[in-house]
C-alpha cells in the first residue's frame, strides 16, 4: 500500500509555471506507476501525464504535451509535474495517483489507479 501527498499548487499568471510534488510513503515505491489527473469545477476528473515504475516511459494528455513534464525520483519517493506555459483552462484540482506496475492496465484510465493523494489546487488567473 501507499499513500500520496501532494503539494506545490497556488495561484499563478497565464503563462507562468509551477511544479508539482507529489510525496510517496512505504519502500516499495519503485514498484508503482503514478500519474497526474486533474478535476476542475463541474467537470470530469481527467488524465494529465503518467509515468512508468522505471521513469522510462511518460505518457501525457495531448492538452498538455509540450507544455508539461512529468518526472520521478525513485530514492526519494517522489513524482512530480513541471507545468509551464500555464493557461486559465489549465485552473483545476489536481491529483496524485498510482497501481502497482504488475497489473497491465492503461495509464490514462483513472480506473486503473488505486492509490490517490487528496489534491491540491492549481489556479491560472488570464
Known amino acids: 500500500q501507499v499513500q500520496l501527498v501532494e503539494s506545490g499548487g497556488g495561484l499563478v499568471q497565464a503563462g507562468g509555471s509551477l511544479r508539482l510534488s507529489c510525496a510517496a510513503s512505504?519502500?516499495?515505491?519503485?514498484?508503482?506507476?503514478m500519474g497526474w489527473f486533474r478535476q476542475a469545477p463541474g467537470k470530469e476528473r481527467e488524465f494529465v501525464a503518467a509515468i512508468s515504475w522505471s521513469g522510462g516511459r511518460t505518457y501525457y494528455a495531448v492538452s498538455v504535451k509540450g507544455r508539461f513534464t512529468i518526472s520521478r525520483d525513485n530514492p526519494k519517493n517522489a513524482v512530480y509535474l513541471q507545468m509551464n506555459s500555464l493557461k486559465p483552462e489549465d485552473t483545476a484540482v489536481y491529483y496524485c495517483?498510482?497501481?502497482?506496475?504488475?497489473?497491465?492496465?492503461?495509464?490514462?484510465?483513472?480506473?486503473?489507479?488505486?492509490?490517490w493523494g487528496q489534491g491540491t489546487q492549481v489556479t491560472v488567473s488570464s
Open positions: 512505504g519502500r516499495t515505491f519503485s514498484r508503482y506507476e
Open positions: 495517483a498510482a497501481y502497482e506496475s504488475n497489473y497491465d492496465r492503461s495509464h490514462y484510465s483513472k480506473g486503473a489507479y488505486d492509490y
